[in-house]
Nanobody, 126 residues
Framework: QVQLVESGGRLVQPGGSLRLSCAASGRAFSRDTMAWFRQAPGKEREFVAAMFRSYGRTYYADSVKGRFTISRNNAENTVYLQMESLQPEDTGVYYC???????????????????WGQGTQVTVSS
């Protein structure tokens, strides 16, 4: 099991930028697939971005492609989500997730991840 702690969420104006961090501890982190999901009030949790295993291949939801970037620093056991050109529809609780066993075809499915953080709130509003 790996423990995940997100940070960096806050109130930001439309068009602004934000970087979220996810600190991991526990099992070896470097080989895990790491992902970010988000959940807006009254909506289901949705996939945002993922980095598949240690290969470095990244995947994004269409709604954030070109604006968000997922990255990882294995030496520091940390995953980041850099968010640019934020819009009100990006508002929600952002969760970090990890899996050592997920297959590529399941990467956008919440059920594929066994380990989750507690979430960090991002609010985009003027």
């Amino acid at each position: 099991q790996v423990q995940l702690v997100e940070s960096g969420g806050r109130l930001v104006q439309p068009g602004g930028s934000l970087r979220l961090s996810c600190a991991a501890s526990g099992r070896a982190f470097s080989r895990d697939t790491m992902a970010w999901f988000r959940q807006a009030p009254g909506k289901e949790r949705e996939f945002v971005a993922a980095m598949f295993r240690s290969y470095g291949r990244t995947y994004y939801a269409d709604s954030v492609k070109g604006r968000f970037t997922i990255s990882r620093n294995n030496a520091e056991n940390t995953v980041y989500l850099q968010m640019e050109s934020l819009q009100p529809e990006d508002t929600g609780v952002y969760y970090c997730a990890a899996s050592s066993t997920i297959i590529l075809s399941n990467i956008q499915n919440t059920r594929g991840y066994a380990d989750w953080g507690q979430g960090t709130q991002v609010t985009v509003s003027s």
